[in-house]
T-cell receptor, first 112, second 113 residues
Framework: GEDVEQSLFLSVREGDSSVINCTYT??????LYWYKQEPGAGLQLLTY?????DMKQDQRLTVLLNKKDKHLSLRIADTQTGDSAIYFC????????????FGTGTKLQVIP | EAQVTQNPRYLITVTGKKLTVTCSQN?????MSWYRQDPGLGLRQIYY???????DKGDVPEGYKVSRKEKRNFPLILESPSPNQTSLYFC????????????FGPGTRLTVT
């Protein structure tokens, strides 16, 4: 079945860039997502990328997709303390049913 | 305000005592799902529903039941809870479509002793 993997923890200093990585196994993935989970809250969609794109930029966020290596990354420029959260990578394959497979989540700690 | 609500937010119960976690969305979404979140395992889908009276198993359905009698509600039922069902549970809904953005509830932390 599908598998989505992430490192569990990342610590960065405020103002630096953060790069959160993700690998997936399903070659039929059509959409790849980054969700953010703040403490005590549910997940919220941060950004997404379609599989025929290799990069997407949205303000401080840059998503890079290497489809050949099945590798996805999220770069947060000028990381702020408010960016401290768990970040989940997720992938969705094509097909009638909208099944989304989530990764293990990466906890980002921003040090002031 | 568009939202997904879950109740209760916190629940401590004993093995074997039936419980229901409610989920309701006010966005007229067709798709709804239940996930559980466990440390090191991320989110795993328990059940999903594509519309009223249409439900199916996700990746970890054992020990759970769901129903979808109305579009807005998707309760999760644990007929005989066991300690391995201690977890953080999330309900989510989506309009579907190309992007399939999911909107998550705030979570229910369940402890089974």
């Amino acid at each position: 079945g599908e598998d989505v993997e992430q490192s569990l923890f990342l610590s960065v200093r405020e103002g630096d860039s953060s790069v959160i990585n993700c690998t997936y196994t399903d070659s039929s993935s059509t959409y790849l997502y980054w969700y953010k989970q703040e403490p005590g809250a549910g997940l919220q969609l941060l950004t997404y990328i379609f599989s025929n794109m290799d990069m997407k930029q949205d303000q401080r966020l840059t998503v890079l997709l290497n489809k050949k290596d099945k590798h996805l990354s999220l770069r947060i420029a000028d990381t702020q303390t408010g960016d401290s959260a768990i970040y989940f990578c997720a992938e969705r394959a094509s097909g009638g049913y909208q099944k989304v497979t989530f990764g293990t989540g990466t906890k980002l700690q921003v040090i002031p | 305000e568009a939202q997904v609500t879950q109740n209760p937010r916190y629940l401590i119960t004993v093995t074997g005592k039936k419980l229901t976690v409610t989920c309701s969305q006010n966005m007229n979404h067709e798709y709804m799902s239940w996930y559980r979140q466990d440390p090191g395992l991320g989110l795993r889908q328990i059940y999903y529903s594509m519309n009223v009276e249409v439900t199916d198993k996700g990746d970890v359905p054992e020990g759970y039941k769901v129903s979808r009698k109305e579009k807005r509600n998707f309760p999760l039922i644990l007929e005989s809870p066991s300690p391995n069902q201690t977890s953080l549970y999330f309900c989510a809904s989506s309009l579907g479509g190309r992007i399939y953005e999911q909107y998550f509830g705030p979570g229910t932390r369940l402890t089974v002793t």
